[in-house]
Structures are given as structure tokens and as C-alpha cells.
């Protein structure tokens, strides 16, 4: 079978590209590297490294999800429930020395169980003592407790996509009444981390991060003032070079954002980069429909009157023939005063050959809601919640699928926090503890070595935030309670769920049980096993340990 042309000639058979070569759709083994196919002729993204596809234009893309999250409801509300979850209100780390790593390393039998809960309880003081001062000695500008501070950082990572401190010794506020610390937390603005006088980034400087020959980050260089505020204009265009950590390790400037690609040294892109579009798109097509909405309220009509052309070239001319029709109309209506009695109002009756036309209004578009929902899935999907969470609209789903959303973005939200706890809040507590050890009695066993020698043992701990809630808490308490009594789930870890402290609770219910005895109450049934069983008459021993 041969192939003829227009002409009927012939064709000549086509050439077969060079295999490795992208043409045709068929001439590379992956359709993502054809080059030449229409889908993929015009997608051709630069291979950017990790620190140049994102610095220059970190800036215009902090911005840009800024303006989202001041003026944009959902952007906002995405941004507000992900801090509420993850950091909350009272975010704050529960002590759990390594005593078996202190036991092994310094051959101190002192290192055991018990050593840990005590020693814990005392840090777990001394650590609130510091975080909670009522002159709010922890902050640098002693406005926020710690908590307080750790959410500001948390939020600078989710929208600027860095989170940036530097911890302070400030020894001059150490007094009675005054501080008992000289620890101090300033928050730092990452847009005041950039490299001095404007210089692109280079083998040493990367955003405002130098580093050394295998990437580490062994300085910051800082502006003194942030570059838009005009009344600091001096200071903005000066930087100082602040040291990574002190000779002995202590941090002095603590950075954290999420590393994307191996070699990374600056955030940039919040939660909401990768949707920041369409959600500029949604914020302008909610503007016009509610402009529509709004416009369309407005109660809308016009008289018509059967003017002919001779009438209208009359009017235009200044004749008397619209006149005279004006002046009868004009009568008529003046004498056409019918009212309706008992109310006064006037029932409208119209001159022969007029007609009221009225506004048709046809907005919002009734395909608006089901573009909105689709928009916010992607939202949703990007910034790892459900599509309900970011509405706030639960009318769609059961039981069943908002569990399973929830256990979702439980997992998502667990891992945001566990890695700014790592990455943020852990240096902090650190050089908390490593302060506590000189000025507080913390119990310790003869012969242990100073925190520095082993400060990772000394300061480990488990950062607590906000309870995940339940759905049913009825048959999700008793699951829980099922999955400690087949030695599946841990009390502690469960109780961190919910935001406490598995001790706190075990105290507390123990001088719960302590009070009903007092008061000559029964104990309730989860006072202790086969209470249920027991006559009311009986005497009950107290279960509690002494």
C-alpha cells in the first residue's frame, strides 16, 4: 500500500527520530520528556538548584500569600485552624530525661526511673517558671509568654515559610521581683535574613545564611531594622553578623522551615504556595459574585411610554407635540389618587400605553457554590486538611468520613509539630535547662556530670499541644481502653493526644478518690476494679497508692 500526495505523487516515508531525542510523542521512552508533543511543547521548566529557584524571588512570594492571609477569609481560616491544632494556646514540652542513656554513659546506678519522674517534675518547673513569668522576662520585649512565642514563630513558617530567633543572655534583668533567668527569646522578622548590601547569593552566602564548605550554617547576617519601615532607613541598610551557636554549643540564633531538597538553606514558600493562585482567583470571583448579588438587590425599572419617531424628533427639535403628551400624562397621574384604605398607599394605575419593565436578575451564578467547593478541595489538599475543615461546612459528610478526615490530618498536623518541636522549640528548652542546672536545686544523683558533658540526655522532652478531640468520645474512649488492656496503646501517648500530661492526670485522680473518701462519698466506678460489685454498705479501701 502506497500513500498518495495532493498531487498524486508518491509520499516520501517519514524520517524516524534518533531514539534518546524527544519528537513525535513515540521518540523518548516517557511521555513526561516528550518535547515536541502538544501537551508538553510549551511546559519547559529550567532546572533550578535548591537555593536558586527559590531566594530571588522569596520575597515576592512572601508577599503575595501575606496579602492572601490578611484579606483572603479562607487563606486566613487555613493558616488559623493548623496553628490551633498544632501549637495552640499552650504549647509546652514535658521532661523525659534519657535516664538509661545518663546510666550507661557515666556507669551512675543513681540514673534510674525514679531519678527520671523526679528530676522531671522539677524541670517541668523550673521550665514554667521561666515561660510563664508574670513580667514576661522570656521575651526579649517581654510582651509574650513562651507559648505565645512559640505560635508567632510557628505562624511565621506556615505563611514565610521560616521560622527565626536568637536567644539572648541579658543578666542585667536578674533580680528580686525581676527575672530569675537571663535567658531571653527575640523574634526575628525573616525578611530582615538576607544577604548584606544586596549581593547575590554565592559558594558562601545563601539568603542571608553563610555557610562553610559542607553546607553548614555557621552564621547569619541580620538588617537592623526591617527595609520598610521608612523611619529606620539608616538601620535597614546595615547588617550584623550573628553567630550560629556559642563555643560550647549553646544556640544563639535558632532557624527552622521545611527542608524540600538536600542543600537547602532558607524557607520561603508557606503552606499555600502551590494554590496561592487559585486562591487569588476564588478571592476575586467571590468579590464579583457578591458585587452582582449586592447590585442585583437594588430593586431595578424603568417606565416605558409608547413614544413614536414623530414624538422623539419632536423632543429632540423642542416642539410642543411631547409636551402636550407629557403635560396629559402628568394629569393624569395627579388625579389618579387611589389609595388602599387603611394603609394610604396608592395603588399605581398607568397612563394608556405605559408599562413598568423590571431588572431581571440572573446572579449569583448558580455553578458558583460547586466551582467554590472544588477550589477549596485543592486548598484543602495542599495545605493537608479536609475540604470540611477549610469551609468550616461538616453538612456533607457522616461519622464515618469525618473520622477518617480527622485521622488524616491528625497525621499531617502530628508531623508539622513534631518537626518545628525538633527543628524550633527543643534549642530553646535546651538552653533552658542548661540555665536551670546552674541556678536551681534540680535533683540530681551524687557524682553526675555537668549538663554540658551530656545535654541531649538531660534536656529530652515531649512537646504537648492541643488535644485532638473526638468525634464520639464514648466509643472512642472505651477503643482507647480496649487498646491499653490489650497492651496496644500507651496511656501516656494517649493522654498527649487529648493535651495533658499522663502524670498530671494519674495525680489528679488519685486526689480525686482522696476527696470523695474525705467527704464520705462512695468512689465512682473508675476509682478502682470491682467497685461496681461492691454493696454500698461495704467499706471500700482506698486503691490509690500511698
Known amino acids: 500500500m502506497r500513500i498518495l500526495d495532493a498531487q498524486g505523487n508518491p509520499m516520501a516515508p517519514a524520517r524516524r527520530p534518533a531514539m534518546g531525542l524527544a519528537g513525535g510523542g513515540r521518540s523518548v521512552p516517557y511521555d513526561a520528556a516528550d518535547l515536541l508533543g502538544s501537551h508538553t511543547r510549551e511546559w519547559q521548566p529550567y532546572l533550578w538548584s535548591p537555593d536558586g529557584e527559590l531566594n530571588p524571588w522569596r520575597d515576592t512570594i512572601v508577599a503575595r500569600m501575606r496579602d492572601l492571609v490578611r484579606n483572603d477569609g479562607w487563606a486566613s481560616g487555613a493558616v488559623t485552624r493548623i496553628l490551633d491544632n498544632a501549637v495552640g494556646a499552650n504549647f509546652r514540652p514535658i521532661a523525659k530525661p534519657d535516664y538509661r542513656a545518663l546510666a550507661i554513659l557515666t556507669g551512675i546506678?543513681?540514673?534510674?526511673?525514679?531519678?527520671?519522674?523526679?528530676?522531671?517534675?522539677?524541670?517541668?518547673?523550673?521550665?514554667?517558671?521561666?515561660?510563664?513569668?508574670?513580667?514576661r522576662w522570656c521575651d526579649v520585649q517581654r510582651r509574650q509568654s513562651a507559648s505565645q512565642l512559640f505560635r508567632l514563630g510557628f505562624r511565621h513558617k506556615l505563611i514565610d515559610g521560616d521560622a527565626l530567633a536568637m536567644l539572648q543572655w541579658r543578666p542585667e534583668r536578674l533580680g528580686r521581683g525581676r527575672a530569675r533567668y537571663a535567658t531571653a527569646l527575640q523574634m526575628i522578622d525573616p525578611d530582615r535574613l538576607s544577604n548584606p548590601n544586596y549581593k547575590f547569593d554565592d559558594q558562601l552566602m545563601r539568603g542571608g545564611c553563610e555557610v562553610d564548605d559542607d553546607g553548614v550554617t555557621v552564621g547569619y547576617h541580620v538588617r537592623r531594622a526591617h527595609q520598610g519601615d521608612w523611619f529606620s532607613a539608616a538601620d535597614s541598610l546595615r547588617w550584623d553578623r550573628i553567630e550560629r551557636e556559642t563555643e560550647w554549643g549553646r544556640p544563639v540564633m535558632v532557624h527552622d522551615f521545611d527542608t524540600e531538597r538536600s542543600n537547602q538553606h532558607r524557607g520561603g514558600v508557606g503552606i499555600l504556595g502551590p494554590v496561592m493562585t487559585r486562591l487569588k482567583m476564588l478571592y476575586r470571583y467571590d468579590i464579583a459574585e457578591l458585587d452582582s448579588a449586592i447590585l442585583n438587590a437594588i430593586l431595578g425599572a424603568w417606565l416605558e411610554s409608547p413614544f413614536d419617531q414623530e414624538f422623539a424628533q419632536e423632543a429632540l427639535e423642542g416642539g410642543d407635540k411631547i409636551g402636550a403628551y407629557q403635560d396629559a400624562r402628568l394629569d393624569y397621574h395627579e388625579q389618579a389618587n387611589i389609595r388602599v384604605p387603611g394603609t394610604g398607599s396608592i395603588l399605581p394605575k398607568l397612563f394608556p400605553g405605559e408599562g413598568i419593565k423590571t431588572l431581571d436578575a440572573k446572579r449569583p451564578s448558580t455553578n458558583f457554590a460547586t466551582f467554590e467547593k472544588a477550589v477549596l478541595r485543592n486548598v484543602a489538599s495542599a495545605a493537608g486538611?479536609?475540604?470540611?475543615?477549610?469551609?468550616?461546612?461538616?453538612?456533607?459528610?457522616?461519622?464515618?468520613?469525618?473520622?477518617?478526615?480527622?485521622?488524616?490530618?491528625?497525621?499531617?498536623?502530628?508531623?508539622?509539630?513534631?518537626?518545628?518541636?525538633?527543628?524550633?522549640?527543643?534549642?530553646?528548652?535546651?538552653?533552658?535547662?542548661?540555665?536551670?542546672?546552674?541556678v536551681d536545686d534540680l535533683p540530681l544523683p551524687a557524682g553526675a556530670p555537668e549538663f554540658l558533658e551530656h545535654p541531649e540526655a538531660y534536656s529530652r522532652a515531649k512537646w504537648i499541644g492541643p488535644g485532638r478531640g473526638w468525634i464520639d468520645p464514648v466509643n472512642e474512649v472505651k477503643g482507647a481502653i480496649l487498646g491499653m488492656d490489650a497492651a496496644v496503646m500507651d496511656y501516656d501517648e494517649i493522654c498527649a493526644e487529648q493535651g495533658v500530661d499522663g502524670d498530671d492526670m494519674i495525680l489528679a485522680r488519685k486526689n480525686t478518690i482522696r476527696r470523695f473518701k474525705e467527704a464520705g462519698l462512695e468512689p465512682p466506678s473508675w476509682a478502682g476494679m470491682g467497685l461496681n460489685d461492691v454493696p454500698a454498705n461495704k467499706t471500700i479501701e482506698d486503691p490509690s497508692p500511698q
Not at 112 to 134: F, G, I, M, P, V
Request: proline residues 1%.
Open 109 to 135: 546506678k543513681g540514673f534510674d526511673e525514679q531519678w527520671a519522674y523526679e528530676y522531671s517534675k522539677a524541670l517541668d518547673a523550673s521550665y514554667r517558671t521561666w515561660a510563664n513569668s508574670r513580667g
Open 385 to 438: 486538611m479536609s475540604a470540611q475543615q477549610v469551609s468550616n461546612d461538616w453538612s456533607d459528610v457522616n461519622y464515618s468520613s469525618a473520622r477518617g478526615a480527622m485521622l488524616e490530618f491528625w497525621k499531617t498536623m502530628t508531623r508539622r509539630r513534631d518537626d518545628f518541636a525538633a527543628g524550633f522549640c527543643q534549642p530553646i528548652f535546651g538552653a533552658v535547662v542548661e540555665e536551670a542546672h546552674e
